[in-house]
């Protein structure tokens, strides 16, 4: 996440693409769901 907040050249404004940016980080950080 520190990436993602910390790159200049990633866009201020909030919106869809964002935060489909935002969610995917965040998966690869978290891994496979497991049961």
Partial sequence: ???FYEN?????A???S??????RMLA???GPAGA
Avoid: E, I, K
């Fill in 1 to 3: 996440m520190r990436d």
């Fill in 8 to 12: 200049p050249a990633v866009p201020v």
């Fill in 14 to 16: 909030s919106g869809p």
């Fill in 18 to 23: 964002r935060s489909l940016r935002q969610a």
């Fill in 28 to 30: 690869r950080a978290l």
